[in-house]
């Protein structure tokens, strides 16, 4: 459900989700009334706001001015790497909302991209065994994914998102001025996700994208501000209807176990996580083909979008069995057997859990090889 209310300069998007633990509503472009919003839930004893020092940099003094905050309010930061996504970062901002004097009332406001959310939701869900949570997404990923559908946890050394809980927020709060001072290849990266929907739910945007990735890529207003309140319309719809990832909501891991392997392999410091998701569905793509069933013109229509993202860190120097060892460590994984999310058509995607080893073994071994051979063919016909 989504409906508007009149504003300036843009208009505020109103998205609902449901949720066991209460429903909750994403408000696109609100943070200039974020304090109005948080102050429509109810009172609470002290507001704490989780950010990472760059994103407090850059947006603190926004933050501060949208959120109203006041002598009771304490802001904790710690950092934001993909490789700091782990217990003891939930430890550090656990102590330190217990140094800060923070109770069963107080409001836990996480500011920043996936891992802050992640981490701060995760830290939300268990301490004093759960207090409220707003979040205030500031990069692409968070704010059309991330953010929405109560998932958080953190990483172990034996794999991704090993440890965590379902913990849905009070309120998100999202806009796209919060991207104005993202680097480009978080934006970028973000993107991954944006294509992901459309590629498993929306062909309509997918070819939206093919037609104005430009404007994408240059940020225009107009086109995000309808852009990013599609997106989380999307993840609204699927969450709300498998907020537990029993069934349906499995088909917004497409790419993700290939992705997952890649971020263990490199131990979460070659990749940002979109830009091993953009590895892992052009992979997916070449899996589907491979199982015969997804068309070779909607791979070729896949892989060109995805590539129209920018540059992606290379394919990491590792063999096929490292690469399926971690794949058997990821949480999709069902009595060791593989699990993956394909798209027989753009638009459309569903989980499988009998594909053969053999096949995904060739994928794994010819996905880089078949980049690389085009991005040489595409360099050629340029000259």
Known sequence: MCYIENASPMKIKRISVKSSGGNYVVVAGAIGRASQEISALGKFSSVHVASSRKVWRALGKTIQRGLHLSKHSAVHLFDDAESAKNL????????????????????????????????????????????????VPTTLVAQVDSSIGGKTGVNLAEGKNLVGAFYPPRLVLTDPELLRTLPDREFR???????????????PMFAMLEKDMDKVLRRDPKTLDELIPRNVQIKARVVSRDERESGLREILNFGHTFAHALESVTKYRRYQHGESVAWGMMAAAFLGHELGLTRADEVSRIVALVRRMGPLPAWPSVSSASLLSAMRSDKKTRSGILRFVLSPRIGEARSYDTVPLHVVERVLHFTPRLIAASEHLLGTHRA
């Open 88 to 135: 003891h970062s939930v430890e550090q901002l656990a102590g330190s909302l217990s140094r800060a004097g923070a109770d069963r009332k107080a409001l836990l406001v996480a500011v920043g991209g996936g891992v802050v959310g992640d981490v701060a939701g995760f830290v939300a869900a268990s301490y004093l065994r759960g207090i409220a949570l707003v979040h």
């Open 189 to 203: 990266g973000g993107l991954a996700e944006v294509i992901k929907h459309a590629i498993i739910a929306d062909a």
